[in-house]
Structures are given as C-alpha cells and as structure tokens.
C-alpha cells in the first residue's frame, strides 16, 4: 500500500494565569453616581479576582530518525530552542508528550462530494476514536459539516457516544471547510477548560474543497493558531491525481503543525487514522522562556534543534502569536 504522507510543523503557546478569588462585598457606591437595584444585586454575588501572567510557551514537536522512525528516549539537555532565531533564556519544563491529556476535534465533511464514500469514512473514524480516546482522561467532540458545521456529540469521554455522533452524520449540500474548523477552533476548542498542559488536535477529513465559507482558510488557520490546535488532514480524493483541494489541506496541516495524508485508495483512509494515531504517542512536550519576550501582539518564529545525535529530524510548528496587551 501507498500513502503519501506531508511532513509539517507543531507547537502550541500558552498563557498561564494564577487566579486567586476571594469572596468580598461591594464597595460602596460614590455619592453622585445612582445604582440601580438590579446592578446592586450583581455587585452583592461579585467574586473579586487578582491575577497574575506568566508567559511562557509550549511546544510540542516529533522526533525522526533518517527513516522517518519516531525517536522517543531523548532528554531535554538534547535539545536547544530558537525563538525568534535567539536562543531561549529557559527551558522550565519537558516530558514525553504522551502523558498528556488529549482535546480532539473530528471534523468530518458531510457535503454531496464526498456521498459515495462517506459510510467507509465514518467507520474509519470511529475505530480511530476507539484506540485513541482514554477514558477519564482524554476527550472528543465530532462535527459534521456541510453549509453549516453541525454538532452530533460534544466533548465526552465515551467512545459509544462518539460512536453514535458520527454515525448521525447524513451527507448533503455545499462545504463550508474554513467555517468548520474555524468554529471547532474558536468556540469548541479555544473555550474548553483547561487545568494543566494538554494537547489539542483536530482531525479534518475532507476533499479540501470549499464554496460557501464566510471566512478565509487564512482566518481559519489562524483561529487554530491561536486556539493552539494541531490540524492533521485526510483527503478524500481518491483519483491518483494531485487535486486543488489537497494542496489546501496541505496548507492547513503545515500551518498548524499537522500532517496531511493523502490515500490512494479508500481502504487506505484507516491507515492515514492509524498514523496519526500513531504520532499522538510519539510525540514530546517543552515550556521554555523566551529571551526579551513582549506581549506585543507579534508572530515569532520557533526552531528546536537537536542536539549530540546526527541525522535526526525535529518537526515543531513554526511559530506563534505572543499575547497583545
């Protein structure tokens, strides 16, 4: 079997906030200004709240060896990270990235031109949600997506309720590809709580076709950017041919710090699963401190070097936006 699989970059950045609440009363209103009895009654259940921001950012990247086998047994004094070509002033923390819990989105095209192969795909999903999602410890949410993207199951831990939301997808209509993941993106993943590190991830299975999006496919990588969210690609185009909606997956994956996959034939779609499944363990995880950081809004570019062994490949994304104050 052939697959055709397109290498690309991963990382995420986090903004880690202490919160300290304390419940306290209202202050008392200034003479000349009127409260009404509604804002008083918020003002009573008001919760008063002192942060304080601590940057830093995470990434997660994959080792390889000239084989394109994943190297899992390195340390951090293996690695030297550039942030903005300048080397980093800490590397506070680094672990195998498999110990972390796991968020994933699976967005699943349900328009007209994928009808013929939908129900193999659907099956293809669902053995992948069966061997990648941990109980009690991971979660997934399914969308489904034509005109309009379409939740069938939120987040959950229940691989029998995933199974269900993907089997309730029905295929019909136009594609809206840059609104579906922008929305997984912003309003599923971006607002997902989050207690410690984890990872994020949405599996986009697609013919990479768009013709009803209100946003761009720049706006929505950028979305995943900033939701910190690894994008990896399947495509459904089976013809052999290099299609135009390829090198549009192909485009998200590398902007996000997935892969896309590209099966010659239907049967291979599970083995691009298996894959990716397959990179989810494989994978590392470090917070470093950026030298001269500034919360200023701007892209900076990120590059881990490997040190002390030859030959071996690092995929990281390649950069982030820092937070605007």
């Known amino acids: 079997m052939k697959l055709r699989i397109v290498f690309s970059l ?14 306290q009363p209202p202050a008392p209103a200034p003479a000349a200004q009127t409260v009404t009895k509604d804002k008083a009654a918020q003002e009573d259940e008001a919760i008063s709240t002192i942060r304080k921001t601590v940057t830093e950012v995470n990434v997660v990247f994959t080792v390889t060896d000239k084989h394109g086998h994943y190297i899992k047994d390195l340390k951090k004094n293996d690695f030297k990270v550039l942030d903005d070509n300048k080397p980093a002033e800490e590397i506070r923390s680094f672990h195998n990235e498999a110990d972390l819990p796991l968020q994933v989105g699976l967005l699943i095209d ?10 193999f795909e ?22 489904g997506f034509d005109v309009t993207p379409e939740v069938t199951q939120d987040f959950t831990d229940s691989t029998e309720a995933l199974s269900i939301g993907v089997r309730a997808l029905r295929p019909g209509g136009g594609t809206a590809l840059y609104d579906a993941l922008y929305f997984a993106c912003r309003d599923k993943l971006l607002k997902a709580p989050q207690t410690g590190p984890l990872r994020r991830a949405v599996i986009l299975l697609s013919d990479g076709e768009d013709n009803q999006s209100h946003v761009t496919r720049e706006e929505a990588i950028e979305m995943a950017e900033r939701a910190e969210v690894i994008v990896y690609t399947i495509s459904t185009n089976m013809m052999g041919d290099t299609h135009h909606g390829d090198k549009v997956l192909e485009r998200i994956a590398d902007a996000t710090g997935g892969r896309a996959y590209v099966p010659f034939q239907l049967s291979e779609v599970a083995n691009a699963f298996a894959a990716i499944q397959d990179e989810l363990r494989s994978q590392y995880a470090l917070s470093y401190k950026p030298a001269n950081f500034k919360s200023d809004g701007s892209y900076h570019s990120i590059e881990i070097l490997a040190l002390n062994q030859k030959g071996l490949r690092v995929r990281s994304r390649k950069g982030y936006f820092a937070p605007a104050q």
């Not at 991963?10 to 419940?23: E, H, T």
């Not at 099956?123 to 949600?129: M, T």
């Open 10 to 23: 991963s990382a995420s950045f986090f903004l880690f906030v202490l919160v300290v609440s304390a419940q």
């Open 110 to 119: 349900a328009s007209n031109s994928v009808r013929d192969r939908f129900k």
């Open 122 to 143: 659907q099956e293809a999903a669902i053995e992948f949600l069966n061997q990648t999602i941990r109980p009690r410890y991971d979660q997934a949410f399914v969308v």
